[in-house]
């Protein structure tokens, strides 16, 4: 009778030690973390150095690798290419590290992983149970796969051109820059987001990288030209026509070597261009022209949607500037991990 008493008192004991122990997780996660959202500003990292990470920003909250200190002893992975949330799950593509992460938004704790990819990019929901990962280096592996997201996991792929990279959905159509990566490509190709086939493409400059839907439900593409004299320019296409025109050269080349180069105002009405300084166009003014907003030289631009705050993200001093968006003044700075190439802020 006392040997069965005994083993109940130590059955109890460690259960009391491991709710303990949970209680302690939980107080610092939210010492970490808050699932109320914040700034997650996407890190690269250095490369070959599995550094690749999230910085994130939430009030007193701030956690330069997020992923990293909530997932110890698990590393997150080599480049951070990009970060993306779809309803309560995120997901992080880890270029280099050829793998998708998924992480309960809730915890930021790692739910998920699809490994065994050649070169992930970008991936952008589609509809309530799919999405797309743009995939390819320009000498292989250039498609879609498309992603079951009650499963994630991989269930089909599509074609598309070289080195496919950022999204854009407009209506019925879902965009993807087909960036070349290290080879030339020059198209946007078009796909139905119903039935998930290639139904067109449009031409534009050479490797286009980055998209944007201004509010009439056109695009503004950034094409960063190549290493072999074509220059870097900006393409606007009118969706209702498929009609593409040359908008901007940079006669001066580039003063960064980003891609996150092009963000859009919440209301769609002000683009803003990343340089040597950053810019901003009027999309409904009668001719092309970009005014200097802010003396800031970033690796990659955001924009805060609930805000309208503009983000700049600065490659060499590893950190995130945050700007009034109408005087392009300095609200608040943000220190960050390697490499941070761009922000999602988010809001729950």
């Known amino acids: 009778m006392m040997k069965v008493f005994f083993k109940k008192r130590l ?3 460690a259960l009391l030690g491991l709710a303990l122990v949970s209680c302690e997780k939980d107080e610092e996660t939210k010492a970490l973390y808050s699932p109320r959202g914040g700034y997650f500003v996407i890190c690269e990292g250095g490369f070959n150095l599995a550094s690749g990470d999230v910085t994130f920003k939430s009030g007193s909250i701030f956690t330069p690798s997020l992923f990293n200190a909530i997932n110890e002893p698990n590393v997150l992975g080599d480049i951070l290419q990009s970060f993306n949330m779809i309803e309560h799950t995120g997901y992080l593509v880890v270029n280099n590290s050829q793998k998708v992460v998924s992480v309960d938004m809730n915890t930021f704790k ?3 992983e699809i490994k065994g990819l050649s070169y992930p990019r970008y991936i952008h929901k589609v509809s309530a149970t799919k999405a797309l990962l743009s995939n390819g280096n320009g000498f292989g592996g250039d498609k879609l796969y498309v992603i079951d997201l009650p499963t994630f996991k991989i269930t089909d792929s599509i074609t598309v051109g070289k080195g496919p990279e950022t999204f854009a959905t407009v209506g019925s159509n ?3 820059c087909n960036s070349g990566a290290w080879a030339d490509d020059s198209t946007l190709s078009v796909i139905n987001a119903s039935t998930l086939n290639v139904t067109g493409s449009v031409k534009v400059g050479v490797n286009p990288y980055d998209v944007e839907v201004d509010v009439q439900g056109n695009l503004w593409v950034y094409c960063a030209g190549n290493w072999s004299g074509v220059k870097s320019t900006i393409y606007k296409v009118t969706t209702a026509t498929g009609k593409a025109e040359l908008k901007y050269t940079f006669e001066g080349g580039m003063a960064t070597y980003g891609h996150n180069l092009l963000a859009m105002s919440p209301d769609g009405k002000t683009l803003y261009v990343a340089n040597d300084k950053i810019y901003k166009v009027d999309i409904n003014a009668a001719s092309f022209s970009m005014v200097e907003f802010a003396n800031v030289n970033c690796y990659g631009i955001s924009t805060d949607s609930y805000t309208g705050d503009v983000l700049a993200c600065d ?10 968006p109408v005087k392009g003044d300095v609200v608040t700075s943000i220190e960050t991990g390697e490499n941070p190439n761009s922000v999602l802020v988010i809001k729950r």
Do not use: E, M, N, P
């Not at 490659?315 to 009034?324: F, I, M, N």
């Open 11 to 13: 059955f109890i004991a």
């Open 110 to 112: 790692k739910s998920g």
């Open 174 to 176: 879902v965009y993807v």
């Open 315 to 324: 490659a060499t001093a590893k950190k995130c500037v945050v700007l009034d």
